[in-house]
């Protein structure tokens, strides 16, 4: 299992929730915000959203944003 930890950017509610690593690495993550109920893309790796594979790091790159691990 992977934990990650995030802020809502809707309302900044900051939250650490559990995937698994498959799911992470070959499949589609979609986590929901425990307070404002928004959905998150965490993982596309099956082309749902976008027409290449992509994860949160990613994302993050392309928005100037670091990424820890």
């Given at each position: 299992?992977?934990?990650?930890?995030?802020?809502?950017?809707?309302?900044?509610?900051?939250?650490?929730?559990?995937?698994?690593?498959?799911?992470?690495?070959k499949?589609?993550?979609?986590?929901?915000?425990?307070?404002?109920?928004?959905?998150?893309?965490?993982?596309?790796?099956?082309?749902w959203?976008?027409?290449?594979?992509?994860?949160?790091?990613?994302?993050?790159?392309?928005?100037?944003?670091k990424?820890?691990?």
């Open positions: 299992r992977l934990l990650i930890g995030f802020t809502c950017k809707v309302c900044k509610h900051r939250q650490f929730k559990t995937m698994s690593k498959h799911a992470y690495e499949g589609v993550v979609l986590i929901q915000c425990d307070s404002c109920k928004n959905r998150h893309l965490i993982a596309d790796n099956l082309g959203f976008r027409d290449k594979s992509i994860n949160v790091e990613d994302l993050m790159r392309e928005k100037g944003e990424v820890r691990q």
